[in-house]
């Protein structure tokens, strides 16, 4: 459940970006209903939120922390920026000269852009237990051994270690590889 919501998230902050090719009124209700998904992965994970009292704070525990206050406060800008640049949703609530100010949009529009990234940023720091959780789901034990090996082989499938060639160096059994012309 919990990986199926943050696949919903990517998949729809993915959607999101793609405004230009969608009407306002889409990009408006996605970006409202981005929300749910954002704040039941919060729910979701309450105990990280509850355990930064506790514990050694060392250098990978401070820049997780850091990156998801800074993607906690790009998410929060994004909204609320969002929401006061309404043309449609909200238009009736946010007076025009308010949503008619071009300095607002750039902000959503930065903003929304640092949130892409300190997204992609937070996923690819949780990736590592992603991997685990769909090896399992796979079948495959959670070995780092088979996968690998099980990665090597679809690479070598496809063509990408065709370049390399095991030589032999004097009479002993040791091989080293080396690119060939």
């Not at 992965?41 to 990156?67: D, E, I, T």
């Not at 969002?82 to 100010?101: E, H, M, Q, W």
């Not at 789901?137 to 270690?161: E, F, N, Y």
Request: glycine share 8%; charged share 10%.
């Amino acid at each position: 459940m919990r990986y199926l919501l943050d696949v919903l998230l990517v998949m729809m902050l993915i959607f999101e970006m793609t405004f230009f090719y969608l009407p306002p009124v889409l990009h408006e209700a996605v970006g409202v209903a981005l929300l749910l998904p954002i704040l039941w992965h919060l729910v979701l994970n309450r105990r990280y939120v509850s355990s930064l009292g506790r514990g050694r704070w060392n250098g990978p525990r401070g820049v997780r922390f850091a990156l998801n206050v800074l993607l906690a406060s790009a998410c929060l800008v994004t909204v609320i920026s969002g929401c006061l640049t309404s043309s449609v949703l909200f238009a009736d609530i946010v007076p025009f000269s308010l949503r008619s100010n071009p300095s607002l949009y750039q902000l959503h529009s930065a903003a929304a852009r640092y949130f892409l990234v300190l997204a992609g940023l937070h996923l690819g720091w949780h990736l590592p237990t992603w991997w685990q959780r769909w090896l399992l789901a796979a079948g495959i034990k959670s070995r780092p051994l088979p996968a690998r090996m099980l990665l090597l082989g679809l690479g070598g499938c496809s063509g990408q270690s065709a370049s390399m060639q095991p030589i032999r160096i004097g009479s002993s059994s040791t091989c080293r590889a080396r690119i060939s012309s």
